[in-house]
């Protein structure tokens, strides 16, 4: 089948046979209404390819453009958007904001029993930190 498609598509047989079809079935008319006027399938496919748009796939088989639109974004929506939305939205919880949330609800809990406050102001007991000396510091500007 895809044999027949590609042959149809070669210059050569679309100038002998194929050329040779479309001629025996062309009919002309000569009245001036356009509602009088014959028309034939090969008259209805040419009017209507005429105002055709390409949408980038493929500039000369409409129906290759067609499908070849179709078929990206049917990919591109369904697949990516959707399936990825999917997969994104219901993921584990790489980066462990869950976990870190939990822990510090146990870490407030704990602390309002035991009578503390919820954040002590000296996260770091301050006899256990060591400061330099005026001395050591002489000269050296300190910006606070």
């Known amino acids: 089948m895809a044999a027949l498609i590609k042959l149809r598509h070669m210059p050569v047989v679309q100038r002998s046979a194929w050329n040779y079809f479309t001629k025996t ?6 009245s001036k209404k356009n509602s009088d006027t014959a028309t034939t399938a090969c008259d209805s496919k040419t009017s209507e390819d005429k105002n055709w748009v390409s949408y ?46 939990r822990e510090a609800y146990l870490e407030l809990h704990r602390r309002e029993k035991a009578g503390l406050p919820p954040i002590d102001p000296n ?14 510091l002489c000269d050296v500007e300190i910006i606070i």
Not at 73 to 90: I, N, R
């Open 25 to 30: 079935s062309r009919n002309i008319s000569t």
């Open 123 to 136: 996260f770091i007991n301050p006899k256990d930190i060591k400061l330099p000396s005026e001395e050591d």
């Open 56 to 101: 980038g796939f493929d500039y000369t088989s409409k129906e290759e453009d067609t499908n070849a639109h179709h078929a990206t974004y049917f990919f591109s929506v369904t697949l990516c958007l959707v399936f990825g939305g999917f997969a994104w939205a219901y993921a584990p919880d790489v980066h462990m904001r869950d976990w870190s949330q």
